[in-house]
């Protein structure tokens, strides 16, 4: 099972941090994607961490801006988010799947390319 939480009201430029708790695995088994869904777009891959050296992998529209982190011992991984801008507002969402890589997170991966999701957790940036 997966459970982000972490979401909120933010204005524009100021930070937040998303958090994944994992369970029934562990982290080194599988890598951990963060995905996000504004209404009326497709869900996107933002960021991935793989499971086991935890390179970490960002789409073009968050690089620089968010940074993903894992803590093995707490089963938990982290989705740094700065420098907000109104087009973050989403609902964000963390899945794994053992056989995705996380260079196809951040690009082209879909809802069917994941196993697991956790329900999501929202993120509302104002202007």
């Known amino acids: 099972q997966l459970q982000a939480s972490g979401g909120g009201l933010v204005q524009a430029g100021q930070s937040l941090t998303l958090s994944c708790e994992v369970s029934g695995f562990t982290l080194d088994d599988y890598p951990i994607g963060w995905f996000r869904q504004a209404p009326g777009m497709e869900r996107e891959g933002v960021s991935c961490i793989s499971s086991s050296d935890g390179s970490t992998y960002y789409s073009d529209s968050v690089k620089g801006r968010f940074t993903i982190s894992k803590n093995n011992a707490k089963n938990t991984v982290y989705l740094q988010m700065d420098s907000l801008k109104p087009e973050d507002t989403a609902k964000y969402y963390c899945?794994?799947?053992?056989?995705?890589?996380?260079?196809?997170?951040?690009?082209?991966?879909?809802?069917?390319?994941?196993?697991?999701w956790g329900k999501g957790t929202l993120v509302t940036v104002s202007s």
């Open positions: 899945a794994t799947d053992r056989y995705t890589s996380c260079q196809v997170v951040v690009t082209t991966a879909t809802y069917n390319d994941m196993d697991y």
